[in-house]
């Protein structure tokens, strides 16, 4: 069973940063899923930020975060983060990971939720102007 946990969510300014995390039950699991964060806005769609293959093969991001986003794999001592940059409003939203069979990590549609059969229960990020 893999379970997933979310925390770094806060209230920052425009402009401001923020590190996200995502600890997984075993670390097992980031060796053996593609592992991916994503956001959702109030009545807004879930959107895919950036996923990370087993090994940190491959990395995938969405164009609205290219550049200003990164992650990184977790392992048995850090877990999975989630590094944001120049924060704008328009980056106010619940954040999520989840976990998916590595494939997804190397397909074109990654940024598909439905690919991703676990996930955590969020964490609130705020920007404000």
């Known amino acids: 069973q893999v379970q997933l946990v979310e925390s770094g969510g806060d209230s920052v300014q425009a402009g401001g940063s923020l590190r996200l995390s995502c600890t997984a039950s075993t670390a097992d699991t980031y060796r053996r899923y593609c592992m991916a964060w994503f956001r959702q806005a109030p009545g807004k769609e879930r959107e895919a930020l950036a996923s990370?293959?087993?090994?940190?093969?491959?990395?995938n991001f969405a164009n609205s975060v290219t550049g200003r986003f990164n992650i990184s794999q977790g392992n048995a001592k850090d877990p999975m983060y989630l590094q944001m940059n120049s924060l704008n409003p328009e980056d106010t939203a619940m954040y999520y990971c989840a976990a998916g069979p590595n494939h997804r990590c190397f397909s074109d549609s990654w940024y598909l939720a439905t690919g991703f059969g676990y996930w955590g229960q969020g964490t609130q990020v705020t920007v404000s102007s």
């Open positions: 990370i293959s087993s090994g940190a093969i491959r990395t």
